[in-house]
């Protein structure tokens, strides 16, 4: 069965801290990506990769950067995290990057900045 | 700019009743669409999708109607059962999957 796993489902974190968040997929995808939900705009994307070391920003990447070294392996950092970085973030991949195929979500990390 | 709206943010319905979820798009051009379903605390996952040569797409209780005309599409839930309260967002492939706003779903016993 499918599955994007999420390192942490809470973390706190005090502003201006440099915060990791980990994404790990099972299912030998090409693509992944990075969204946050907030209540009243829905999903939003922060960051994708189409393969390892290729990123592309999505339609709110300021204050985000992300890594791919390893296939199954997506990283978001906040380089210096703001209160208004304090939302659910979540994972996700897909075959397809058109988006034709459904992405597979992880279960999110509920992130609050201090 | 928002291509994808759901203009209503919540909706309660009793159980058994029909639950309808609106979504509405700007871009003609769109011409495939999905729906996620997401519970609290959990990712989301995809429902049922349409392609704009049809207008209608079926999936048990859940039915999808696209009206290319009005670039509206709804999500018919018949019957609504507690456990489909949720959140339920319309989608579409942008380059990359963009989405609306999110309707909380409440079906009442």
């Known amino acids: 069965d499918v599955k994007v796993t999420q390192s942490s489902r809470y973390l706190v974190k005090r502003t201006g801290e440099k915060v990791f968040l980990e994404c790990v997929q099972d299912m030998d995808h090409e693509n992944m990506f990075w969204y946050r939900q907030d209540p009243g705009l829905g999903l939003r994307l922060i960051y994708f990769?189409?393969?390892?070391?290729?990123?592309e920003k999505g339609d709110i990447p300021e204050g985000y950067s992300v890594s791919r070294e390893k296939k199954e392996r997506f990283s978001l950092i906040l380089e210096s995290a703001s209160t208004n970085q304090t939302s659910m973030y979540l994972c996700?991949?897909?075959?397809?990057?058109?988006?034709?195929?459904?992405?597979?979500f992880g279960n999110g990390t509920r992130l609050t900045v201090t | 700019d928002q291509q994808v709206k759901q203009n209503s943010p919540s909706l309660s319905v009793q159980e058994g009743r029909i639950s309808i979820l609106n979504c509405d798009y700007t871009?003609?051009?769109?011409?495939?669409f999905l729906w996620y379903k997401k519970y609290p605390a959990e990712g989301p996952t995809f429902l049922i999708s349409?392609?704009?040569?049809?207008d209608k797409n079926e999936d048990g209780r859940f039915t999808v109607f696209l009206n290319k005309s009005a670039k509206h599409l709804s999500l018919h839930i018949v019957p609504s059962q507690p456990g489909d309260s949720a959140v339920y967002f319309c989608?579409?492939?942008?380059?990359?999957?963009?989405f609306g706003q999110g309707t909380i779903l409440t079906v009442h016993p």
């Open positions: 990769s189409y393969d390892v070391k290729m990123k």
């Open positions: 871009n003609s051009m769109f011409d495939y």
């Open positions: 996700a991949s897909s075959s397809n990057l058109i988006g034709n195929s459904p992405l597979h």
């Open positions: 349409i392609s704009s040569i049809k």
């Open positions: 989608a579409v492939p942008r380059g990359k999957l963009t």
